[in-house]
């Protein structure tokens, strides 16, 4: 069986972590910082806020693998 290293195991976390912290972050209506994606059309508003999540994410998985040690 095929052992899948660390380090994307800790990567997966940090992208997932990122995706979901997007959503809970897009309720705070934070201002837009540069990096951020944004597509605004007739009936059609999205915010994607990529460095406030990755910030958060990889704060956590830090702040986890702290823990764990």
Known sequence: MMRIPSFVIYLAIIVLGAL??????????????????VISRPGLN????????LGASVSLALLFWWWRK
């Open 46 to 53: 999205i915010h994607i806020s990529v460095l406030y999540s």
């Open 20 to 37: 979901v912290l997007n959503v809970a972050l897009s309720f705070l209506d934070l201002d837009v910082m540069p990096g951020d994606i």
